[in-house]
């Protein structure tokens, strides 16, 4: 099983819109949790953290359901911009990171 | 904003010759990382460093690849004899050891032919 699962999509949606993209994560001695960002080519870049009780950051909400070893990530009213791929991220005792695959979203006009 | 730099962005070189890339941390930052992606791949995790010793590393970073902090702000990543499937994006990290959560540079992309 992979350590860290998410469906690679592409998910293509227009402008507005509402999508949701969910990781699993083998491990459940993972500690914590984030969702990057990568555009092509390019480093990945830290969205937001994903804590237990769920946070939001603007248009940007992150949940964690650990008994389910389950992360999700909502983006509403989707922009342009936000074509890239987000990549579900955890760790475990260590700093180290265990990427996911990534899932791609394409938002069009 | 502070931010992680690494150079070159691009390198070629011919198999079996030794690469050298280099990087610059966010100068607060205590943990080093050295990560990797494949073209079409996922982000894999090489070495992480701390306290000027390797504290852990993964099952590619083998005895070809070594890392050294020679002095108060570069990091660097040497690959001893370069194979064709060294060819990659590698990025370096770091963090403030306050959180795991990790800052990346812009990525060194070497090719090996």
């Known amino acids: 099983r992979k350590e860290v699962e998410q469906d690679p999509g592409p998910f293509n949606v227009p402008e507005g819109a509402t999508v949701a993209f969910n990781c699993t994560y083998s491990?459940?001695?993972?500690?914590?949790f984030f969702w990057y960002r990568q555009d092509c080519r390019k480093e990945p870049k830290l969205l937001m953290s994903?804590?237990?009780s769920g946070n939001e950051d603007g248009r940007f909400t992150a949940q964690l359901n650990r008994a389910s070893q389950y992360i999700s990530l909502l983006i509403r009213d989707s922009k342009l911009s936000d074509s890239a791929t987000y990549l579900c991220v955890v760790n475990a005792a260590s700093y180290k990171l265990i990427f996911g695959s990534g899932t791609r979203l394409l938002v069009r006009p | 904003e502070p931010e992680v730099t690494q150079t070159p962005s691009h390198q070629v070189t011919q198999m079996g010759q030794e690469v050298i890339l280099r990087c610059v941390p966010i100068?607060?930052?205590?943990?080093f990382y050295w990560y990797r992606q494949i073209l079409g791949q996922k982000v894999e995790f090489l070495v992480s460093f701390y306290n000027n010793e390797i504290s852990e590393k993964s099952e590619i970073f083998d005895d070809q690849f070594s890392v050294e902090r020679p002095d108060g702000s570069n990091f660097t990543l040497k690959i001893r004899s370069t194979k064709l499937e060294d060819s990659a994006m590698y990025f370096c990290?770091?963090?403030?050891?306050?959180?795991?959560?990790?800052?990346f540079g812009q990525g060194t992309r070497l090719t090996v032919v």
């Open positions: 990290a770091s963090s403030d050891g306050r959180a795991p959560e990790a800052f």
């Open positions: 994903v804590y237990s």
């Open positions: 491990n459940s001695a993972s500690q914590s």
């Open positions: 100068s607060n930052h205590l943990y």
